[in-house]
């Protein structure tokens, strides 16, 4: 399936091609390209299972995963100017507007559409209207509520005899997938089919634009396939979602190679603002900075003309920038330059900002960027958790007494100065404006010095933070963030605290397992996962705690082979640990606990387990340079051997 129809996408490419009667000697060498990137991609989308589409590297990946998932809906949000409509704001019948502003001014309120379909309805319903008038009404209603009324306005539309047309039927499968209801939008494509209206561009936009959300490619390149039965010639809109298709299953080098052959069609679907952002964007998934700059100057230099980035053109920037610690200056010199041209920066660029902070541990920055942050919200919950992630990674990585050790980039000199100069304005601006209730509490509650600078400053305003969360029950408290938490005493030296909140703040999967579900237990704890017990395993390395590892060693050995059991029943499980980060993790946990057993002089048992997993992992000398020396002291020629065989290192 998959080969025929990227065959199909590849026939198109050659046949606009050749219509414009390029230099046959420039065409021939795209064709041989392109040729080779189709077999490549064709024999990739084979060879993937649902397993490994969501490969990743970066650990940190995982718990940004919905970050991720945040500032792709933004830049893949509906546009109006893509609307089968020519108006912006659509008009409604004369009539419908007279009956319904009398009837708004009877009952002095502001009405849903519910209720004015019923009104409509009590006064002849959709009678004497034609089907461009009903598109009118259907265009007024707002999209996703739209789809919550498509049996209402079906009804009415069959009681005044109106037979709705394609574009009635694109209104509300639009409608259906803003609504969240796939299903309901695949049974509207399904009976405007059967009732011989043939679908447009916009009808399969609309869908495949729905599978991809639902990370559903199968779905989405099925869809892709069946425009070929009713010749529709996919529009940039119908590419840049089979490209985001791809970056939400993680198969970046499909989604390049989309891209890559847009720029050689024709001007019409040429890579606009929203495409480019969507790549950049890719780019902060797999950490390829200089990508996503170079990608942000291609589309300020290309010949036609610049491309005006838009708010999600800076953020997707910002966040390639921030997952990389060499370049935590470019992402303020990124911030500069939207306030320099008057683009106002929201949450996801606050947010931004704010991880780049946590990343390199630039903890003055991070407290004012979170104040800031709470400023402008006006109750708890209105907080994304992704700044208590960034406040808490801050502290984590904060050294006391220690300027952050920031590798410098181009231009890195001005950029530290943008930084230093932004981060006092918003500063200015903290102090200066009006503080709401909910920011002088938090301010009061957690804020309690203006600097930090020993590690039990950091531990103590820390716990105050979390204090305060749990206390006033944030709604989005959850495992992820309590382990953000759980890696600040880590680091700051504080195996007492890091105790407590591992057996007060979790429970275990075999608890679960052996009591019913209590209220306390699944409201007041969360329950460990394979990150937690990485920490776990971290701290009893950091404090050679070897009884507290061989707990957290068996009780993760429990949870993995529990998780191992349901991946047969259960596709939440799947979707929560997808295989190549379980097998990340899997690595990490051994290569810790094999150091520990090394750090305590149990090398026989290191040994034993090392050949357990020898085949397992791709394991490398850094990797066991403890266990290395160790047995180089202790003159084991053997077991040097087995580690040279292992690692593939050669003897020195």
Known sequence: MYVSLFQHFFVRYKSNLTSKKRSKNRLLQHIRVLEQYIAKLAIKLEKHTKQNFLKNNDLDKKFLEKEYDFLYNSICSPENQRLPLSIERPILPSTLSKKLEGLSQETGLDITWTQKLNMINSCGGFKGLTTSEINQVIASIKTKERGNLVDHIFTMMKEANIQPNGLTYDFMINGCIEAGDIERAMDLFSKMKQHKIEPSVFSYAHLMKGYARIKCLDSVLLLFKDMKKYSIEPNLTIYTILISAFIQKGLFSNAWMIFDLLKYRSKDIYPDVKTYSLMIYSCALTGEAERANNLFEEMLSLPDGPLVPTVETYNALIHAFATRKDYFYETWKIAKIMTDNNILMDMRTLNALLRSC???????????????????????????????QGLF??????IPNKKAQISKNYNCVKSEDDADIFISEL?????????????????????????LNTSKDILNESKALITYIRKNKYSFLDEQLINAYLAIPINHGSYFIFKYIYENMYYSITIENQHEK???????????????????????YKFNDLKFARHVWAERENWRHTIENQKKDSEETNGNFAQAYLNHLDFNTYKLMINILAKNNLLKEA????????????????????LWNKIGQMKNEPFKSLILEITKSKKD
């Open 518 to 540: 209590s209220d306390y237990l699944y409201l007041n704890k969360f329950k460990r996962g394979p990150y937690t017990y990485q920490l776990g395993l971290q701290a009893a």
């Open 607 to 626: 040994q034993l387990l090392l050949i357990s997993c020898k085949n397992l992992f791709p394991w490398k000398m850094s990797d066991l340079k403890l």
């Open 393 to 398: 990674r801050a502290y984590s990585n904060y």
């Open 427 to 451: 500063d200015m601006n903290i102090s200066n404006n009006i503080k709401n209730s909910f920011f002088q509490d938090i301010k009061n509650s957690v804020f309690l010095k203006n600097d």
């Open 358 to 388: 946590g990343k390199v541990g630039d903890i003055k920055k991070a407290r004012i960027l979170a104040k800031y942050i709470f400023q402008k919200c006006e109750r708890l919950d209105d907080v994304n958790v992704h700044t208590f």
